[in-house]
């Protein structure tokens, strides 16, 4: 169980102090998995990294009863010097006692299946191999609540199954708080759901109730508008990019009949 | 569920997956690191006989101590303490990485930069010693304890002053541009290339209220007890710096431990 009491949030590098966060008060029950939707900015990523203790409010508090993760499939903390397994060994050491460590090893090694690399420093690997990596890290400790933030989006598609199979395999033992844009992993892998909207912060029994709230305020009355906006806005980036450069091409041929006025 | 541990369980694993970590990034899996560490003393020594037997010819400036121990001695001495303050000025941005693991706090890396730091320091420090006896060069220490006790007492003033500088320089950037500027003069005011003897007694005075002048003067004692040093070398005002910059250093930290994670 998490309990969220009175939590406010700001960062001060804006003009205005605005809270990103105002007077949250939650509770999350446990074996609950919970996803979190909003608007780009309505403090998502904030507010789960105050749940994972990354960062600290300004008001309020956050209260663990249960064991929590770092957020799934984050590669930041991996040094790229060292190798696979002694990055697995560094983690593990911070989670476990040392009569541990080996057996933990033993599943990042299992479940990252990226064979003999295991034993080649992390800067040689390609992203893929990484996040499969941080993903094994991440998935070898027995936590209570596992925290990611849009995690699943990274890996190739045959992996990703194999990680939110993972997931699935630990409900019932575990619970998981997610940030994602997509709504088919939300629905998917969360029961409940948090809506952050202006700096509040509202609690659905459904998840589908909270994907709706979030639609409707936003101004889709369903996912198929938002996904034409989306791909709107995607082939307009497209065509502006061909214009840049047929506009850079035409300066190049202007360029070169100047300097070569008689061919 | 993980097991429980102690407060005190989580910290010594937590150095020690530090230690590891960064003794394996620094030393085992870099190949030039144990050739720059012993490499950059010496050739600092071969400049400083160079410039010496330019300066003062073959002159003997020094009362019952060779010239070339004499050195060898104050430099890798104050190469100890720079080394402490630099790199722990760096430890906690260089692992801001790991703050993401809950239990890794900014004040640990700095303590384990320090130990390691020190260690290493301590160990190229004796490869000096022997191999300048090998040499014939007069570096036997005749008094061992001394000698030590001079030694702990640079690295306890690196330590304060670097943990103390860990806060600040993390903080505001230019405190650590500043305190980089420094070092060269540091040297020069320290006694480490210029006998304190040789200097007029009025500008004497103003110099041991540096206190690296007292660690390193006594260490030289240490290897030659009747060496003749400037009056008024006392270990006791070492240690108020060293004390107060570590007690500084350690409230500085409590405070803003917060706002380290998230720098």
């Given at each position: 169980?998490?309990e ?8 001060h590098?804006?003009?205005a102090?605005?809270?990103v966060l ?7 029950p446990?074996n609950v ?7 780009n900015g309505?403090?998502?990523?904030t507010l789960?990294?105050?749940?994972g203790g ?14 929590l ?6 590669s930041g ?5 060292l190798?696979g397994?002694e990055?697995?060994?560094?983690v ?6 040392e009569?541990?460590v ?7 090694e299992?479940?990252a299946e990226i064979?003999?690399a295991?034993?080649?420093p992390?800067?040689?690997y390609s992203?893929g191999m ?6 094994g ?5 027995d936590?209570?609540?596992y925290?990611?933030d ?8 045959a992996f990703k199954?194999?990680a939110?199979?993972a997931?699935k ?7 998981l708080?997610?940030v ?7 629905k ?11 700096g ?12 709706e709230?979030?639609y ?5 009355s369903?996912k ?5 906006r989306r791909?709107?806005r995607?082939y ?6 061909q214009?840049?450069?047929?506009s850079?091409l035409q300066n190049q041929i202007?360029?070169l009949?100047e300097?070569?006025p008689n061919p | 569920m993980?097991?429980?541990?102690t407060?005190?369980?989580i910290?010594?694993?937590v150095?020690?997956?530090l230690y590891?970590?960064?003794?394996l990034?620094r030393v085992?899996n870099?190949?030039?690191a144990w050739?720059?560490m ?7 020594i071969a400049?400083?006989?160079a410039v010496?037997?330019v300066?003062?010819g073959r002159e003997?400036?020094l009362i019952n101590a ?12 104050f190469?100890?303490f720079?080394?402490?303050?630099i790199r722990?000025?760096?430890a906690v941005t260089a692992n801001k990485?790991?703050y993401?693991?809950r ?9 384990v ?6 260690l290493?320091?301590?160990f190229?420090?004796?490869l000096?010693?022997?191999f300048?006896l090998?040499l014939?060069?007069p570096?036997?220490?005749?008094d061992w304890w001394v000698?030590?006790y001079?030694?702990l007492?640079?690295?306890?003033l690196?330590?304060?002053i670097?943990?103390?500088l860990?806060?600040?320089?993390t903080?505001?950037e230019?405190v ?9 003069p540091?040297?020069?005011i320290s006694?480490?290339i210029?006998p304190?003897?040789?200097?007029p007694?009025h500008l004497?005075?103003?110099l041991?209220?540096?206190p690296?002048?007292?660690g390193?003067?006594t ?7 009747d060496?003749?040093?400037v009056q008024g070398i006392?270990?006791?005002y070492l240690w ?7 007690a500084?250093g ?6 803003f431990?917060?706002?380290l994670?998230t720098?």
């Amino acid at each position: 169980m998490i309990e969220i009491k009175n939590l406010y949030k700001r960062y001060h590098n804006h003009h205005a102090n605005s809270w990103v966060l105002e007077n949250v008060n939650l509770t999350i029950p446990p074996n609950v998995s919970v996803g979190l939707v909003g608007p780009n900015g309505a403090g998502k990523s904030t507010l789960l990294r105050l749940i994972g203790g990354m960062d600290t409010p300004d008001k309020g508090e956050v209260i663990r009863h249960s064991s929590l993760s770092w957020p799934v499939g984050l590669s930041g903390g991996l040094q790229t010097s060292l190798t696979g397994r002694e990055n697995a060994k560094f983690v593990a050491r911070l989670y476990v006692p040392e009569k541990d460590v080996p057996n933990i090893v033993k599943k990042v090694e299992d479940f990252a299946e990226i064979g003999a690399a295991f034993n080649d420093p992390v800067k040689t690997y390609s992203s893929g191999m990484k996040s499969r990596l941080s993903f094994g890290l991440s998935l070898a400790f027995d936590f209570d609540v596992y925290i990611s933030d849009e995690a699943t989006a990274v890996g190739d598609k045959a992996f990703k199954e194999k990680a939110s199979k993972a997931f699935k395999e630990k409900v019932g033992q575990a619970s998981l708080i997610i940030v994602s844009h997509s709504t088919g992993i939300l629905k998917e892998l969360c029961q409940a759901g948090i809506w952050l909207d202006q700096g509040k912060a509202i609690w659905y029994d459904d998840i589908n109730e909270a994907i709706e709230a979030y639609y409707q305020s936003a101004g889709f009355s369903d996912k198929k508008k938002l996904n034409y906006r989306r791909i709107a806005r995607k082939y307009k980036k497209m065509a502006n990019a061909q214009k840049q450069k047929i506009s850079a091409l035409q300066n190049q041929i202007t360029e070169l009949q100047e300097a070569n006025p008689n061919p | 569920m993980l097991t429980q541990r102690t407060p005190w369980q989580i910290t010594r694993s937590v150095w020690y997956a530090l230690y590891m970590r960064e003794l394996l990034a620094r030393v085992i899996n870099n190949r030039f690191a144990w050739f720059w560490m012993v490499f950059e003393p010496l050739a600092f020594i071969a400049i400083m006989v160079a410039v010496r037997v330019v300066v003062f010819g073959r002159e003997k400036v020094l009362i019952n101590a060779d010239f070339i121990p004499w050195l060898i001695v104050g430099l890798l001495s104050f190469f100890l303490f720079r080394e402490q303050m630099i790199r722990l000025m760096g430890a906690v941005t260089a692992n801001k990485a790991l703050y993401a693991y809950r239990q890794v706090k900014p004040v640990d890396t700095v303590f384990v930069r320090s130990g390691l730091e020190g260690l290493l320091k301590t160990f190229v420090f004796s490869l000096f010693i022997v191999f300048g006896l090998l040499l014939a060069i007069p570096m036997w220490p005749q008094d061992w304890w001394v000698v030590l006790y001079a030694w702990l007492s640079l690295w306890a003033l690196g330590f304060g002053i670097g943990l103390t500088l860990s806060v600040l320089a993390t903080m505001v950037e230019e405190v650590g541009i500043i305190f980089r500027m420094l070092t060269l003069p540091l040297l020069l005011i320290s006694g480490v290339i210029i006998p304190l003897t040789y200097l007029p007694h009025h500008l004497v005075e103003y110099l041991l209220y540096n206190p690296i002048v007292h660690g390193i003067e006594t260490i030289r004692l240490g290897f030659y007890p009747d060496y003749h040093t400037v009056q008024g070398i006392t270990m006791q005002y070492l240690w108020y710096w060293a004390l107060s910059t570590t007690a500084l250093g350690l409230i500085l930290h409590l405070r803003f431990e917060a706002k380290l994670k998230t720098k």
